[in-house]
């Protein structure tokens, strides 16, 4: 899970944002706030119920449920499993008969956790070591309930990890991608290797850790079990060392609950948690590699919410490749409030923006030709996950190029 979320005192706002190692966030204010009773009534017990899976016994979802009755956390959800070839947990609203007050449908406080039943750290690398004590003192582990329902490195939600794919499997990818899959797992394995860190407890603490301001970071009990949907509003604050998550949007009874673990591309949820959220994703990106002779690859950002626009520090680096030392000079010379660190932040001139363009949109109709060759092989090796990955990110660079021939309809590449 990975998302950012601030609370403020008078209101609860949401601003979502990208920590830098890729952790689920949960950013709260410093101060400590008093609770004040008024939570939705129905959240008095926890309602947690079994229920089987590839990952873990009936004996250890019980297990599991009892140690977080004991631990107080509560919760309106209950714990369910969809079978067949995309077998997976997930959490739902409880259409339990016997809680006859709750609602038909349910927005707002969804749990409360102490943070005394988290596992906590300063750090990602250093959540990891913890985890990884945790799990090696078994039975004797406080954890161990909970880390006995954690997925297991061979369960199908980890080895679908980028991370965990076959040297040959991502070099083949890197075919189709422009090598963004295999740029991102090397930095991991690097890390794993320099740190000398368990492979499973990072990839545990990478995909459902988040991160509590002046708390470090966590592993919490039932919030991890959530799946995401970027379209669901989700915010958090911490109240008494109790962490309470809330959503906005409706869920009704039998549903399935997401939150939004935050503004993420689909690169960015394939890395780290394995899957990609190709109908709803609102904050999907796809980058291209712009290569030129005797200078650093310039990689350029396409936005998909913003139309296929193109991120402006990308192009205020290609003019600074393309423009003349005249043109530059010149505009210098005539505009005092020019600088050479502002002068490429807009155009130098009609031809040079017309040739970034040009130049951008040769790469961007490679990557494209490349991404849709990879469908076609995804599809007949039954890479469904690698399939969708490349669906969506053939659409985001269809609509860049699109934005290029808005501004230049007759643009040559």
């Known amino acids: 899970m990975a998302a950012m979320f601030y609370w403020a005192a008078t209101a609860l706002i949401i601003y979502l944002a990208l920590p830098e190692n890729y952790v689920y966030a949960f950013q709260m204010s410093s101060g400590r706030h008093r609770n004040t009773g008024k939570m939705n009534t129905f959240i008095r017990d926890s309602v947690l119920k079994a229920a089987s899976s590839n990952d873990s016994s009936d004996s250890d979802l019980s297990e599991f449920r009892e140690w977080c009755t004991q631990k107080g956390i509560i919760t309106p959800l209950d714990l369910d499993v969809r079978t067949g070839d995309d077998a997976y947990r997930f959490m739902k609203y409880s259409n339990d008969k016997s809680f006859a007050s709750r609602p038909d449908k349910i927005n707002g406080p969804i ?224 505009d005092e409030s020019l600088s050479i660190n502002t002068v490429y932040a807009k155009p130098i001139s009609e031809a040079v923006e017309e040739e970034v363009y040009s130049f951008i949109a040769s790469f961007v109709d490679e990557a494209i030709y490349d991404a849709t060759t990879g469908i076609t092989w995804a599809h007949e090796n039954g890479e469904d996950l690698i399939e969708n990955f490349l669906v969506c990110r053939v659409a985001v660079l269809e609509k860049g190029l699109q934005f290029m021939k808005r501004k230049f309809p007759e643009l040559l590449y």
């Not at 985890?131 to 004797?140: F, I, Q, S, Y």
């Not at 499973?200 to 995909?207: E, Q």
């Not at 949907?229 to 911490?238: G, L, P, V």
């Open 111 to 334: 749990l409360r956790v102490s943070l005394k039943a988290c596992i906590v750290a300063e750090s990602p690398e250093d959540l990891a070591v913890e985890l990884a004590k945790e799990r090696d003192l078994g039975e004797e582990s406080d954890f161990a309930p909970y880390i006995k329902v954690l997925p297991s490195l061979s369960s199908p939600s980890l080895q679908s990890m980028p991370r965990f794919w076959s040297q040959e499997k991502l070099e083949k990818v890197s075919e189709f991608d422009g090598g963004l899959i295999y740029q991102r797992v090397q930095s991991v394995k690097e890390q794993c290797k320099e740190l000398n860190l368990d492979e499973w407890a990072l990839a545990i603490v990478n995909s459902r850790a988040n991160f509590l301001l002046d708390e470090g970071y966590a592993m919490t009990p039932i919030l991890d079990m959530i799946n995401h949907n970027s379209a669901s509003k989700t915010s958090a604050r911490i109240m008494e060392d109790e962490l309470f998550l809330s959503v906005e949007n409706e869920f009704a009874k039998g549903e399935e609950v997401f939150i939004s673990y935050g503004s993420f591309s689909n690169l960015e949820t394939m890395c780290e948690y394995g899957f990609v959220d190709s109908k709803s994703n609102q904050c999907n990106q796809e980058c291209v590699d712009i290569r030129m002779i005797r200078q650093q690859p310039v990689r350029v950002t396409i936005n998909d919410q913003n139309d296929g626009e193109l991120d402006p520090g990308s192009l205020a680096l290609l003019r600074s490749y393309l423009a003349s030392p005249e043109e530059v000079g010149d505009l210098l010379a005539n």
